[in-house]
């Protein structure tokens, strides 16, 4: 049983604003007993009250660099939880309930994917989310996720240029998920990450 649940998040840019909101709305539901990582670059400003931010030398394209901060992260035998910097957290996950070493979040919203946003997707034109993107990068679980975020990496390099600066995450995970037979286990979106445009 874990002492503390162990929270990763990757962010990078001069403004820490966002971060700074969800690294408060963890320690305030927490009562700061929780681990908190910030996983960044070596210029992206140091964030009130995480336990440690772990700085790396990341790819200059945003997917690639996310992949990489995850794979390199320093896993240990307890669960640490990957959410988006976006996120605001409104109860414990309480990660030592859970068994299993690899956990993800299947998305439950579909509709038609805009293939022209943020550029040019060829794969998505007449696709629907839950074909492409059936997995969410915002919220995921792993015990030792080193080789399975390294074959993430590998996968992401391979697509075409733009899916290192957009969707890349999602995209190669789907692809991965498809392809091999990773033992994966879910956590329903409703608890872990529950998507609301009235907050």
Known sequence: MSEFDQIAFFWIG????IPTYLVNSINTVYN?????????????????????????????DIMLARIMAYKNFPYNKNL????????????KL???KLKHDVYL???SEDFIMNHLWPEYYPEFEKKNALKVMPHLFGGMAFRNGGEFFSNLYKTCLQLPDRFHRWYGDQYSLMLNIK?????????PQ??????????
């Open 179 to 187: 392809t091999t037979n990773e033992i994966v286990n879910y956590l």
């Open 14 to 17: 001069n403004d820490i604003t």
């Open 32 to 60: 700061k007993k929780v681990k908190i990582y910030h996983l960044t670059n070596f210029t992206t400003a140091k964030i009130p009250g995480v336990r440690k931010t772990i700085r790396q030398d990341l790819p200059k």
């Open 190 to 199: 409703d608890a872990y990450l529950n998507m609301s445009e009235n907050l």
């Open 94 to 96: 309480d990660l030592f």
């Open 105 to 107: 979040i299947n998305r």
């Open 80 to 91: 640490t939880f990957f959410c988006d910097a976006d996120s605001l957290f409104i109860q």
